[in-house]
T-cell receptor
Framework: QQQVKQSPQSLIVQKGGISIINCAYE??????FPWYQQFPGKGPALLIA?????SEKKEGRFTISFNKSAKQFSLHIMDSQPGDSATYFC??????????????FGTGTKLQVIP | DGGITQSPKYLFRKEGQNVTLSCEQN?????MYWYRQDPGQGLRLIYY???????QKGDIAEGYSVSREKKESFPLTVTSAQKNPTAFYLC????????????FGSGTRLTVV
């Protein structure tokens, strides 16, 4: 019940196209859904995050769409650029009454944006 | 600039040796974490600590040990009991509730030779 399933495992998109990465979760107690971007040889960096009280969050070219009833959320990268080539991880956690929140990560999507 | 510093970036270990990976943060975060990253397996939690002198096992703690003597530091020791230690190790920190997400270090790549 703690799993977060991420797809696809890899993705090739042409420059200027839309990259879409999907994640699904089972635990309805999750209340925080971040996305991390990781370049080769580096640690992941927080890209954008959403809470389940909204259906969409946009920051620049990056948008999270959230479907609470389907228990799915996705990352859309508009006007994809070669500099977006990286591995993307979705994640989920639940805060409950506070304290330690276990973060469950998806298995990652390697995105390649070709010129 | 605030951040997390992991050292060394690359580490080679002979079988049967213990090695210690360093993690230091100057973000004044309460919680610190160690993750292991293997291709196709995402990030797996080894240990975490919410306060000084306290830490908890994660999902794959066997063969690893940690200490948290200072708020800023959370070193990880990979012992000889870890059967498959070759991996990319990531240290992270967060505020106590992690409601703002994690800040990760740049990682240490450990190779057993």
């Amino acid at each position: 019940q703690q799993q977060v399933k991420q797809s696809p495992q890899s993705l090739i998109v042409q420059k200027g196209g839309i990259s879409i990465i999907n994640c699904a979760y089972e635990n309805t107690a999750f209340d925080y859904f971040p996305w991390y971007q990781q370049f080769p040889g580096k640690g992941p960096a927080l890209l954008i995050a959403i809470r389940p009280d909204v259906s969409e969050k946009k920051e620049g070219r990056f948008t999270i769409s959230f479907n609470k009833s389907a228990k799915q959320f996705s990352l859309h990268i508009m006007d994809s650029q070669p500099g977006d080539s990286a591995t993307y991880f979705c994640a989920a956690s639940n805060g409950g009454s506070g304290g330690y929140q276990k973060v469950t990560f998806g298995t990652g999507t390697k995105l390649q944006v070709i010129p | 600039d605030g951040g997390i510093t992991q050292s060394p970036k690359y580490l080679f270990r002979k079988e049967g040796q213990n090695v210690t990976l360093s993690c230091e943060q100057n973000l004044n975060h309460d919680a610190m974490y160690w993750y292991r990253q293997d291709p196709g397996q995402g990030l797996r939690l080894i240990y975490y600590s919410q306060i000084v002198n306290d830490f908890q096992k994660g999902d794959i703690a066997e063969g690893y040990s940690v200490s948290r003597e200072k708020k800023e530091s959370f070193p990880l020791t990979v012992t000889s009991a870890q059967k498959n230690p070759t991996a990319f190790y990531l240290c992270a920190s967060s505020e106590w509730t992690a409601s703002g997400g994690y800040t990760f270090g740049s990682g240490t790549r450990l190779t057993v030779v």
